[in-house]
C-alpha cells in the first residue's frame, strides 16, 4: 500500500496511470504531481488551477507545434518530462535565440512566451530575475592559487579536506559565520558543487549559468550559458603555483547530456559534445579528471517519461565517456549494458517494449591512477530483462574502457515509474525495487589494505577489492527505499568512513524503521563506530522538509560537514558524531545583490566545499519533494 504523501514526490510523476488511462488524464496527472513536486505549496508561482492550466494557451501551442517531436516521434527531442525541469526562461531563450529557434521561427513572442510557461508550469519572471551583482574591479585571475583538487570527490572521492587546504583551523569550524550570499536568477535550486581556483568560484546552476565569482565577495567576474540546467560539479585542469601563464579549463555536464570544456579565465567555450543520442540522456555526476583525459558519465532520465503507456520503453542505457580534455575528441565509450536494446514484445497497451536498458551512471567515477582503472557505480534497468551490471560497481581500464570486473550488488532489479502505485504497462515484470548504486570511493587505510567503497540505495555499504572486485564486507546500516540509504558521497578520515543516511519516506511499507542521520564505520570491518540520528524535530512548519541526509557529505579541517533535507548544514565530531556547530539555510538571506534569497534541502552532490579560509553551501535541491532554495552561502571564521 501506498500512503498520500507519495503524491508530493516528483519521481512519481504517474502515480495514478493505470495502462488504459487516456491522453487527458495522463496530461493532468501529470501537470498536478509535477506542480507539488516543484516545491511551491501555493499557486503564487505555479498555475495551481490545473483546467486552468491545462487550457492556458502554451497547452495548445506546444500540442500542436512541440508534442510531435517531443512525445517520441524525433529520437534525440527531450521528452516532456524532462522539459519540465528547466526554467521558462531557459525554454524562451531555446526558442528565441537557441537550439530551437529555427523550429520556432513561425511562432510569434507571445506564443514562444505561453510554451516556456505551460513547459516550466510557472509564468516568466516569477523567480527572482536580478543578475548577480558585477564586480565593481576587475578580479585579476591569481594563477598562484592553483587549485588543491580539481574533481568533485578532491581525492579518489574520499572527500577530505585537510585544514591546510582549507585554510580554516579545527578549532575554528565551531566559529562560521556568513559573509556573503547569492541568488541565481530564474532559479529555484542549486544542486551544482562550486570548484575554487585562483582566487574564482565556479558553480552551475539551474537556470543553465555556469558562473564565475570572486571568492571573497561572490561578485560575478563571468557567466557562461549552457542549453540546460547545470546540476553537476565543476572540474578543472591542475597546474603549479608558478605556472602562472596557465590558461586552464573548466569541465561540467548538463542536464540535456552535453558536456562542455570553458576558459576558467574568461568564460569562452572551447568545446561542447552531445554525450548521447538518447532525448533522455543526461548528465548528473560531475566528470572526473585524469592525465588530459576527462571521464564524463552518462545517465537517463527515461525512467520517467516510461510512465506514458505509449512510450516505447526503454532504450537509454548508462555509459561513461573518455574524451581528449584539450579538445573534447573522444578516446572510448564504454556502455553499462553492453547490449543493444531491441524489440522484446508489446506493453498492455500494444506498444513496443525493448530491453535491455538503464544502468545509469548518476555520480562522479573515481580515478584509480596505480592500477590505471576507474570505477563507477550502476543503476537499476529500466526495463526487462536484467542485466548482470545494474546495481553495480564496475572497474573499467583508464586508458581502452575495456570492463575489468563487475560486482553486481543486487541482481534483478528493473524498475521505472510505471511500476509506482499500481504498475502501469511499462512497468517491467522484475518490478524491482530501484536500488541504485551510490558513488564510489578509493581509500587506503593504516594497515595499507586498499578498498573500493559503494554505497547504495539499499541502505547498503558494499567494501571490495580494487584488484578483482571480491567482497571484503557489507553492512547494512539503513531501512533503504526509492529515496532511502545512501545517495551521495561518503567521505573518510583515516580508518573512519562517514555514511550518510537519507530513508526519507517515501510510501512504501518497510519491515523496519529507517536509521536517517549520520553513520561512522570502520573501514577495515565495516562496524559501525557510532550513529548520529538525524534530529526529527527541526522541520516545524518547513514543506517539503524531512529528516536525514541525501547530500554528499565533506571532511573539512577533520570535521564532517553533512547538510540535511530540512536544510540544515550540520558539523559533526568524528570521533563521537556530536554536533559541534550547525546553521539553518532554509531562512532569508541578504545578498550581495541586495535581494533577499534562502536556500532548501540539502540533498544531491553538491556537498559543502572549502579553501582560502571559507566554506562555500549550495542550498536548495527544489525537486522529487526536497525543499526548494537557491543560496550560495559563504561561511568563514576568524581562524
Not at 576558459?263 to 543520442?277: E, I
Not at 541502505?459 to 572486485?469: F, K, R
Request: with cysteine; proline share 5%.
Amino acid at each position: 500500500m501506498r500512503n498520500s504523501t507519495f503524491l508530493v514526490l516528483a519521481f512519481i510523476v504517474f502515480f495514478l496511470v493505470d495502462s488504459n488511462t487516456p491522453k487527458e488524464t495522463y496530461d493532468r496527472i501529470t501537470v498536478e504531481t509535477e506542480r507539488n513536486a516543484s516545491g511551491h505549496e501555493n499557486a503564487e508561482n505555479i498555475t495551481g488551477d490545473l483546467d486552468a492550466r491545462l487550457n492556458m494557451p502554451g497547452k495548445s501551442i506546444y500540442d500542436k507545434a512541440c508534442a510531435s517531436c517531443h512525445e517520441g516521434a524525433v529520437a534525440r527531442a527531450p521528452h516532456r518530462e524532462m522539459l519540465y525541469m528547466l526554467p521558462p526562461e531557459a525554454h524562451y531563450a531555446a526558442l528565441t535565440e537557441g537550439l530551437m529557434s529555427a523550429q520556432a521561427s513561425g511562432l510569434t513572442d507571445s506564443e514562444r512566451r505561453q510554451v516556456a510557461e505551460f513547459l516550466a508550469g510557472m509564468p516568466m519572471g516569477s523567480a527572482k530575475t536580478s543578475e548577480i551583482q558585477s564586480c565593481d574591479f576587475v578580479p585579476v585571475f591569481n594563477a598562484a592559487d592553483s587549485p588543491d583538487f580539481g574533481n568533485w570527490g578532491i581525492d579518489t572521492n574520499k572527500r577530505y579536506i585537510s585544514d591546510k587546504h582549507s585554510g580554516i583551523a579545527p578549532s575554528a569550524v565551531k566559529r562560521l559565520e556568513p559573509t556573503w550570499s547569492v541568488a541565481f536568477p530564474n532559479s529555484n535550486r542549486m544542486r551544482s558543487q562550486p570548484t575554487l581556483a585562483g582566487g574564482y568560484l565556479f558553480v552551475g546552476t539551474h537556470n543553465g549559468g555556469v558562473y564565475a565569482l570572486d571568492q571573497a565577495s561572490g561578485c560575478m567576474v563571468w557567466r557562461f550559458n549552457a542549453a540546460g540546467e547545470v546540476r553537476t560539479g565543476i572540474s578543472i585542469d591542475s597546474w603549479g603555483a608558478d605556472d602562472l601563464n596557465v590558461d586552464p579549463q573548466i569541465y561540467f555536464g548538463d542536464i540535456l547530456g552535453n558536456v562542455y570544456s570553458v576558459k576558467a579565465r574568461t568564460g569562452d567555450l572551447v568545446w561542447r559534445d552531445k554525450a548521447d543520442d538518447h532525448a533522455n540522456a543526461t548528465i548528473t555526476g560531475a566528470p572526473s579528471l585524469h592525465n588530459g583525459v576527462l571521464y564524463a558519465p552518462v545517465s537517463s532520465l527515461e525512467l520517467l517519461t516510461a510512465g506514458d503507456p505509449s512510450y516505447e520503453c526503454c532504450t537509454s542505457r548508462g555509459s561513461v565517456i573518455a574524451y581528449n580534455a584539450s579538445n573534447g575528441a573522444r578516446i572510448w565509450k564504454t556502455y553499462v549494458v553492453s547490449d543493444i536494446p531491441v524489440i522484446q514484445g508489446k506493453n498492455a497497451v500494444g506498444t513496443d517494449s525493448y530491453g535491455p536498458s538503464g544502468a545509469p551512471v548518476w555520480n562522479s567515477p573515481t580515478i584509480d591512477a596505480s592500477r590505471n582503472q576507474l570505477y563507477i557505480g550502476s543503476g537499476e534497468n529500466t526495463s526487462s530483462p536484467a542485466t548482470d551490471t545494474s546495481d553495480s560497481i564496475l572497474a573499467l581500464d583508464l586508458d581502452s574502457g575495456e570492463v575489468n570486473w563487475v560486482y553486481q550488488a543486487l541482481k534483478q532489479d528493473a524498475w521505472n515509474i510505471a511500476c509506482e502505485g499500481i504498475p502501469t504497462a511499462n512497468c517491467p515484470k522484475e518490478n524491482g525495487p530501484d536500488y541504485d548504486m551510490a558513488s564510489t570511493l578509493l581509500m587506503t587505510t593504516t594497515s595499507g589494505r586498499q578498498l573500493v567503497i559503494g554505497g547504495q540505495k539499499s541502505g547498503e555499504v558494499h567494501a571490495l577489492d580494487p584488484n578483482s572486485g571480491a567482497l571484503i564486507w557489507k553492512k547494512k546500516i539503513g531501512r533503504g527505499g526509492v529515496f532511502g540509504g545512501v545517495h551521495f558521497g561518503m567521505a573518510t578520515l583515516g580508518d573512519t568512513l562517514f555514511v550518510p543516511v537519507s530513508d526519507k519516506p517515501d510510501g512504501r511499507d518497510y519491515e523496519s524503521d529507517g536509521t536517517p542521520g549520520l553513520h561512522a564505520l570502520d573501514a577495515e570491518s565495516g562496524e559501525v563506530l557510532w550513529y548520529a540520528p538525524a534530529p526529527h524535530d527541526v522541520c516545524g512548519e518547513k514543506n517539503f522538509c524531512a529528516p536525514g541526509i541525501s547530500q554528499a557529505i565533506t571532511v573539512i579541517s577533520d570535521k564532517v560537514f553533512a547538510g540535511g533535507m530540512d536544510g540544515v548544514m550540520r558539523v559533526y565530531e568524528p570521533d563521537s558524531g556530536e554536533i559541534l556547530f550547525q546553521i539553518d539555510t532554509a531562512q532569508p538571506f541578504k545578498t550581495i545583490s541586495g535581494l533577499e534569497a534562502s536556500g532548501g534541502s540539502f540533498s544531491g552532490g553538491s556537498g559543502a566545499i572549502a579553501a582560502n579560509g571559507r566554506v562555500f553551501l549550495s542550498s536548495g535541491y527544489g525537486i522529487f519533494g526536497h525543499m526548494p532554495g537557491n543560496l550560495l552561502l559563504a561561511l568563514k571564521a576568524d581562524n
